[in-house]
């Protein structure tokens, strides 16, 4: 499963100093307005430190993590739903990711221009939520006047979508974003409107190197605001996260080390992500390679072997399942086995974090 977050903010906030950190893709980082106009994506291995210890007690030739794609979306600026600044062009970027981490610039520098003119992070997040409904308004008025025809022959399930969408143009209206609206709206039509404001929003606030780990009064606004919104906030510092990526793992962890700091910013934002979508990770071990592999949470054993290819959904049998603690504790998968540790499961077997499997079916 590739997951893609989207990297959005006002120009000059940081986005592309993050982007060009965690994935090392090279994306320009210049000193105005605009300098990202095509999306770039960056592939970044999601860190597992379970999956370099299957690797080691499965004596694997090969170690493949999880990934996850960072899309580095162009600047917004205030009338973006309107076309402003190319608006249109970047907000079509934003409907094709599954979340959104929106970085709010909460370091000051006078080096680096603000489009504002000065730092308030309120005055930005306002911005951009502002220009993502008012882009989702547009697109939901339009469907309302078709529903609302349609609606007129009489047929009940069109006239309750007519009355479902139109209780969402009037929530959007009043400038609250799709995902808090109350009532009931039908999955299929969601996915048909594929609204910005209905993706899950994480907030990055980015400060200065030494501002970590707790950030300063700005990144208490922040926390103030997306409190409100029922969102998470990751304190960062994409000036840090570029260091960190010039850096060996002995070194990296002496940095961080000596920035108060556990996690770097990029593990923390994967995980919030992860949290956000609802996602899992299960692993397949063996001496040909070590795997991480993502599905979402609730999925059944057939949907995990759909990852590792179609066919072992299709022609699936049944699952040979090791929990990654029994493993990690017995040494191996013949002791787990060993110990009645190794379970078999079948179609109804709802997959579990960290579960270590191996899939049997027919061709």
């Not at 994306?27 to 990202?36: L, V, Y």
Request: charged share 25%; with cysteine.
């Amino acid at each position: 499963m590739a997951l893609q977050v989207g990297l959005v903010g006002l120009p000059n906030v940081g986005k592309s100093t993050l982007f060009n950190a965690v994935s090392q893709a090279g994306a320009e980082a210049a000193n105005f307005p605009f300098c990202t106009i095509d999306p770039n994506v960056g592939v970044v291995a999601v860190p597992d430190p379970r999956l370099e210890r299957l690797g080691e007690l499965a004596s694997s030739a090969k170690i493949v993590p999880t990934a996850i794609e960072f899309v580095d979306i162009a600047g917004l600026v205030a009338g973006a739903s309107r076309g402003e600044g190319l608006g249109n062009q970047f907000l079509a970027h934003i409907r094709e990711v599954d979340a959104i981490c929106h970085v709010v610039r909460c370091f000051t520098d006078d080096d680096v221009i603000h489009v504002s003119g000065s730092i308030d992070p309120a005055r930005d997040m306002e911005i951009i939520s502002t220009e993502l409904v008012l882009a989702d308004l547009d697109t939901v008025e339009r469907r309302v006047e078709r529903a609302q025809r349609a609606a007129k022959s009489g047929d009940k399930d069109l006239q309750r979508e007519a009355q479902q969408i139109t209780a969402l143009r009037d929530h959007l209206a009043d400038g609250a974003p799709a995902r808090t609206f109350p009532g009931e709206l039908d999955p299929a039509l969601a996915r048909e409107l594929s609204l910005l404001t209905f993706k899950p929003v994480l907030y990055a606030a980015n400060v200065a190197e030494d501002e970590l780990p707790d950030g300063n009064e700005h990144v208490a606004l922040v926390n103030k605001i997306a409190e409100e919104e029922g969102a998470e906030v990751v304190v960062v510092s994409a000036q840090v996260e570029a260091e960190l990526a010039e850096l060996d793992g002995e070194e990296r962890a002496e940095y961080l080390e000596s920035l108060g700091l556990e996690r770097s910013g990029l593990q923390r934002l994967i995980e919030r992500a992860y949290e956000l979508l609802g996602l899992l990770t299960f692993f397949t071990a063996g001496p040909t390679e070590s795997r991480a592999w993502t599905v979402r949470q609730g999925a059944k054993a057939p949907r995990a072997a759909r990852e590792i290819h179609s066919d072992m959904e299709r022609g699936f049998i049944r699952a040979e399942v090791i929990a990654f603690t029994d493993y990690d504790q017995l040494g191996s998968e013949a002791a787990a086995k060993d110990a009645g540790r190794l379970r078999v499961e079948g179609k109804d077997y709802v997959v579990a974090d960290g579960d270590v499997m191996h899939f049997r079916f027919n061709v």
